[in-house]
């Protein structure tokens, strides 16, 4: 069994920045991908980025240039640094930890609100 813990939402202003961070504890695969996702009212589960424990990263479009995902193994944590924020990054970010080249079970943390507003 695998247990996230997210923090560091919160509300911000257009063009703000915010720090997410995700700690990981259990057993986790040797091989896995860190990432986080969002959820926006109405809208279904999108992914925002993902890292793995190798250093690979990869950024939905909307956020590329904008959100940095980083990771620290020894820790267990991923990073979520987000700047220019603006409305439309609204939403319920989930840090998901799962399999990298290989099967197995991916699991969610709780959700943390992240709101862009004036």
């Known amino acids: 069994q695998v247990q996230l813990v997210e923090s560091g939402g919160g509300l911000v202003q257009p063009g703000g920045s915010l720090r997410l961070s995700c700690a990981a504890s259990g057993s986790i695969f040797s091989r896995n991908a860190m990432g986080w996702y969002r959820q926006a009212p109405g809208k279904q589960r999108e992914l925002v980025a993902f890292i793995t424990d190798g250093g690979i990263t990869n950024y939905a479009d909307s956020v590329k240039g904008r959100f940095t995902i980083s990771r620290d193994n020894a820790k267990n944590t991923v990073y979520l640094q987000m700047n220019s924020l603006n409305p439309e990054d609204t939403a319920v970010y989930y840090c998901?930890?799962?399999?990298?080249?290989?099967?197995?079970?991916?699991?969610w943390g709780q959700g943390t609100q992240v709101t862009v507003s004036s």
């Open positions: 998901n930890v799962r399999p990298w080249l290989a099967v197995g079970e991916s699991y």
